[in-house]
């Protein structure tokens, strides 16, 4: 299965999520500041799932190797 594929696939799920969510959800008494992080909840979890279908043992060896990969590639496109 292709990274875009399996990204498009969780992005999916973690948008129908975040909206049940949000209807769920009671309002707090006290607000709390609702900032952006630096990767989202589906970047996240793509990351995730795709260390588990590779073949390394070790998540640090696998996001070293595989990020380093795609910059790499980002500086050459």
Not at 57 to 75: A, T
Request: glycine share 0%; aromatic share 12%; with cysteine.
């Amino acid at each position: 299965m292709d990274l875009t594929e399996i990204f498009c696939a969780i992005d999916d799920y973690c948008t129908q999520q975040k909206i049940n969510w949000n209807v769920k959800i009671l309002s707090p008494v006290v607000r709390k500041r609702n900032r952006k992080f630096q990767l989202s909840l589906s970047e996240v979890a793509t990351i995730v799932v795709y260390f588990h279908l590779s073949h390394y043992r070790e998540f640090k060896n696998y996001y070293l190797i595989e990020n380093k990969k795609e910059s790499e590639i980002r500086i050459l496109a």
